[in-house]
């Protein structure tokens, strides 16, 4: 790791420190790279780009109450729902089913944005790396994770080009690795980071994922996405 405080351009530019770091680790190519969107969509375009490696998104999205928007209370991915348990805002067992229930809609109106009417890839049986810009808390990684172990991959790897000392440990504890560039003692923002850490629109998440889209068809123009099960 770097000593040297630094910060990244953009999370392009994340992305491919990222995916440069990934090869000289000599991990054998993903089966399929995940990203989280939003804004863990460029960073991992550019590291399925770099791997070869089939991209596809996996929705995740921050549970948090009305009145504390931007502190997280748990994460939802699929049919995963994780609860924060360090969260200084407490909330009764019905008031977070409620909002995990809220997000979980808002998770379905973004899927269809994001497939274009394509079925998600299917992780099961392969090796899965999981990708975001950044891991402050790792609430939202842990639950990529355990839906990604949920839907059987075989093996999987997180990837972000900065992360947290704690949430780092969270995620490490139930990924089989966890690759960062940079792991910070006290990282209360991701966007500290970056250079540019402009939003990531949903129009930009739908054009990479065409792009990848368009290059793996020209690498096998018979595959056929499958359903998650």
């Known amino acids: 790791m ?4 630094f910060t990244f351009v953009n999370r392009t530019t994340a992305g491919i420190q990222l995916g440069d770091a990934i090869r000289r680790r000599g991990l054998a190519a993903p089966g399929l ?7 863990g969509i ?5 590291i399925a780009r770099a791997l070869g490696a089939p991209l596809d998104v996996l929705p995740v ?8 928007p931007e502190f997280a209370i748990g994460a939802i991915a699929g049919k995963t729902v994780v609860r924060e348990s360090n969260s200084p805002f407490a909330v009764s067992t019905q008031r977070f089913a409620e909002l995990a229930r809220l997000q979980r809609v808002e998770l379905r109106r973004r899927e269809r944005i994001y ?11 392969v090796d899965v790396l999981l990708v975001d810009d950044g891991l402050a ?8 994770v355990r839906e990604a172990n949920r839907l059987g991959a075989s093996r999987v790897v997180v990837a972000a080009p900065v992360a947290s000392d704690s949430g780092h440990a969270l995620v490490r504890a139930e990924a089989d690795e966890v690759i960062a560039l940079r792991i ?12 540019d ?5 949903d129009s930009e998440v739908c054009e990479l994922l065409g792009r990848s889209r368009a290059v793996a068809n020209k690498r096998s123009p018979t595959r056929q996405p499958v359903r998650f099960p």
């Open 2 to 5: 770097n000593s040297t405080p």
């Open 33 to 39: 790279v995940l990203g989280l969107p939003r804004g």
């Open 42 to 46: 460029p960073v991992a375009f550019e």
């Open 61 to 68: 999205r921050k549970i948090a109450t009305p009145e504390n």
């Open 115 to 125: 497939r274009e009417g394509l079925s998600p890839l299917n992780p099961k049986g």
């Open 137 to 144: 808390t790792g609430c939202t990684m842990l639950a990529a």
């Open 184 to 195: 910070e003692p006290h990282l209360s923002s991701v966007g500290a980071w970056y250079d």
């Open 197 to 201: 850490f402009t939003q990531v629109e």
